[in-house]
């Protein structure tokens, strides 16, 4: 027991600075997986060996078709594991460049999401050869607004709201 322990801190101080096993302790989407798969990944083999021994024992089950049910148990728990992270991942991706291309205030495309926009439009319009209109909206003196009175006076502004 004392060993499990020493590992444990040992562990613990190499993963506060940056090692291997910072991955289990930090906040980023990697680390959230991890944490959520690591004990799935370490229960299955005792649970596929717990289930042929019972399946052969009970005499449910010969030998050898325990063991090929408990390792197509094992490839479908993994096959599922790695869709589910991929979902995951694919989700936080899509959450991420949503953030990346709107502003959080107006919810309307930033300057990086324009840009993106603008360039596929032309792309179409060149393809389609047809004309392109562009409307653009700038709110004179937001910035000295902003600059002066504050951000969230200039928050208010840019939404019409009253101050």
Known sequence: MSFLCLTFVVV?????HGGIFSVLVNVGIGSQIVRAVVPIAILLPYASIGAVAYLVDTRTMGASYARALAATGDALAALGIVIWMAWRLNALGRQLRDL??????????????FYLLAKQAFREAVRARSSLTIL???LDGLKRVNDTIGHLVGSRFSRSQPC
Do not use: I, Q, Y
């Not at 613990?12 to 506060?16: E, F, G, L, P, Q």
């Not at 291309?101 to 990086?112: A, C, H, I, P, S």
């Open 12 to 16: 613990a101080r190499r993963a506060k």
């Open 100 to 113: 990346s291309l709107t502003d959080e205030l107006t919810k309307v495309n930033n300057r990086r999401g």
């Open 136 to 138: 653009f909206f700038d």
